[in-house]
C-alpha cells in the first residue's frame, strides 16, 4: 500500500509558475513509476507528466512538453511538477499515481496501469 499527499496547487496569472509536489509514504514507493494527471470540470482525467522509478525516463503529455518538468527525490519519497509559463487551459485538479513496474526504466501514460492515487490539488489559471 502506497499513500499519495498532493500540495502545491494555487491560483497564478497566466505566464506564471507553480510547483506540485506529491508525498508518497508507504511500501517502497522508491520502487514505484509515478505520474501526474488532471481533470478540469466535466473533462475526463488525462495524462500530463510519469516518471520512471530510477528517474532516468520521463514523458510527458504534447500539451504540456517544455512548460512542465517531472522529477523525484527518492530519498525524501517525493515528485514534483515544476510548471512555467502557465495557461488558462492548464486548470484542473491535479492528481498524483503511482504505477507497479517490474522494471525501474519504465513509465506508463494508461490511467488504468496505476495502482494508487492522491487526493488531487487544484491548479487555477487565471488569464
Known amino acids: 500500500q502506497v499513500q499519495l499527499v498532493e500540495s502545491g496547487g494555487g491560483l497564478v496569472q497566466a505566464g506564471g509558475s507553480l510547483r506540485l509536489s506529491c508525498a508518497a509514504s508507504?511500501?517502497?514507493?522508491?520502487?514505484?513509476?509515478m505520474g501526474w494527471f488532471r481533470q478540469a470540470p466535466g473533462k475526463e482525467r488525462e495524462f500530463v507528466a510519469a516518471?520512471?522509478?530510477?528517474?532516468?525516463?520521463?514523458n510527458y503529455a504534447d500539451s504540456v512538453k517544455g512548460r512542465f518538468t517531472i522529477s523525484r527525490d527518492n530519498g525524501k519519497n517525493t515528485v514534483y511538477l515544476q510548471m512555467n509559463n502557465l495557461k488558462p487551459e492548464d486548470t484542473a485538479v491535479y492528481y498524483c499515481a503511482a504505477a507497479r513496474t517490474f522494471y525501474r526504466t519504465v513509465v506508463t501514460t494508461t490511467r488504468s496501469q496505476y495502482d494508487y492515487w492522491g487526493q488531487g490539488t487544484q491548479v487555477t489559471v487565471s488569464s
Open positions: 516518471i520512471s522509478a530510477s528517474g532516468s525516463v520521463t
Open positions: 508507504g511500501r517502497t514507493p522508491e520502487s514505484y513509476s
